[in-house]
């Protein structure tokens, strides 16, 4: 298991300032209470949001600014939310590289959201779907009637950066090696996500 290591002060700091230049602002008080019903915490803790194109990308730090501190336990949290909900999520143990991976993922999913597609037939933007698996997920027109089926649907990474895509595959594969090893092992997958129903998953 990794070692955690806890934020400090200046290297917050460091990550509120990058934050604020990629255009995420901080939750007030009145949001927070809204978008922290979506997550259970302990405590009022430091959160970002951006908005586009109907959805918004939520992240959560694990610091609370009244303490100048981390919660001791916790996990750092990046979300897309769509009509209120959970489309996406994605969990962070804090370790080493907590931060930057932090930073990594709410850049990716603010990038998702700017880039959302827009069918082509309806002239409408597309909506976050489940796929089969636990962590699948793609773009898909709500609209039933397409005369090209595929037109109406996009793959999830629609949009991003090269060095976005390359990223996340290498993020992919590093995952399902993990997952292989617990089959392999008969320890449980997955089992932050399984804590949370199925809108509140990854």
Same mark, same amino acid.
């Given at each position: ?6 934020? *400090?002060?200046?290297? $917050? ?10 255009? $995420? ?8 209470? #809204? ?7 302990? =405590? ?6 951006? @908005?586009?194109? +109907?959805?918004?990308? #939520?992240? /959560?730090?694990?610091?609370?600014? @009244? ?8 996990? +750092? /949290? ?9 489309? &996406?999520?994605?969990? $962070? ?11 990594? &993922?709410?850049?990716? !999913?603010?990038?998702? #959201? ?18 089969? +698996?636990?962590?699948?997920? &793609? %773009?898909?027109? @709500? ?7 595929? @037109? ?14 390359? $990223?996340? =595959? !290498? ?6 090696? %993990? ?5 392999? =092992?008969?320890?449980?997958?997955? *089992? ?11």
């Amino acid at each position: 298991m990794p070692k955690k290591v806890l934020p *400090t002060i200046k290297s $917050f700091g460091d990550f509120r300032g990058l934050m604020q230049d990629c255009g $995420f602002k901080k939750l007030d008080g009145d949001e927070m209470m #809204i978008y922290s019903t979506l997550r259970p915490m302990a =405590e009022k803790e430091f959160g970002f949001e951006y @908005s586009a194109n +109907g959805l918004s990308v #939520i992240v /959560w730090t694990t610091w609370v600014e @009244s303490v100048s501190a981390a919660q001791e336990s916790d996990m +750092g /949290w990046v979300l897309i939310i769509q009509e209120g909900e959970k489309a &996406y999520s994605h969990c $962070f143990n804090r370790t080493k590289n907590f931060l930057l991976r932090l930073l990594r &993922y709410a850049r990716i !999913a603010k990038r998702r #959201i700017v880039a959302r597609p827009v069918c082509e037939e309806h002239s409408i933007f597309m909506r976050v779907k489940f796929g089969r +698996g636990i962590k699948s997920r &793609y %773009w898909a027109c @709500s609209e039933k009637n397409h005369r090209d089926k595929k @037109s109406a649907r996009r793959d999830f990474d629609f949009g991003l950066t090269d060095e976005m895509k390359k $990223f996340l =595959e !290498a993020e992919r594969k590093m995952r399902a090696r %993990w997952i292989e090893k617990l089959r392999k =092992e008969g320890r449980p997958t997955h *089992t932050t996500m399984f804590k949370r129903s199925r809108r509140q998953v990854i």
